[in-house]
Nanobody, 121 residues
Framework: QVQLVESGGGLVQAGGSLRLSCAAS????????MGWFRQAPGKEREFVAA????????TYTDSVKGRFTISRDNAKNTVYLQMNSLRPEDTAVYYC??????????????WGQGTQVTVSS
């Protein structure tokens, strides 16, 4: 089991930037794909971005392509989400997730508690 703690959320104006961090416990981190999801009020949780265990592969939902970048530092057991050109519609609770394998095939094994991102217009 990988335990996850997110940080870096906050309030930012439209067009601004934030960097989310997700610190993971356990040696399994470096062998797991990692992802970021978000849930806006009244909406279902949705996929944002994911990265394979080595960092060589990334994937994004269309609405954040070109604005968000997912990365990881396996030596620090940390995954990041750099968010630029933020829009009010990016407002949500952002969750870090650990997949059950090095790629995305087996689904999510662990979730973080979430961090609030609010973008004002």
């Amino acid at each position: 089991q990988v335990q996850l703690v997110e940080s870096g959320g906050g309030l930012v104006q439209a067009g601004g930037s934030l960097r989310l961090s997700c610190a993971a416990s356990g040696r399994a981190f470096s062998s797991r794909a990692m992802g970021w999801f978000r849930q806006a009020p009244g909406k279902e949780r949705e996929f944002v971005a994911a990265i394979t265990w080595s960092g060589s592969g990334t994937t994004y939902t269309d609405s954040v392509k070109g604005r968000f970048t997912i990365s990881r530092d396996n030596a620090k057991n940390t995954v990041y989400l750099q968010m630029n050109s933020l829009r009010p519609e990016d407002t949500a609770v952002y969750y870090c997730a650990a997949y059950l394998a090095g790629d995305y095939a087996l689904g999510i094994g662990s979730w973080g508690q979430g961090t609030q991102v609010t973008v004002s217009s």
